[in-house]
């Protein structure tokens, strides 16, 4: 059926996700700034 935008899905779903984890990394600098650890397990992955 979609043969002319198969993309749509994995496009919204990747921008969801770039968006939560943007938002996590948010909250993480401003009220977590002693857990250095996690950022740079998000950052490495």
Same mark, same amino acid.
């Given at each position: 059926m979609w043969r002319d935008e198969p993309w749509n899905l994995p496009v919204y779903a990747v921008l969801a996700f770039l968006t939560l984890i943007y938002s996590? &990394? &948010?909250? !993480? !600098? !401003?009220?977590d700034v002693h857990h250095d650890g996690r950022e740079q397990a998000l950052g490495s992955s």
């Open positions: 996590i &990394a &948010a909250l !993480s !600098s !401003s009220q």
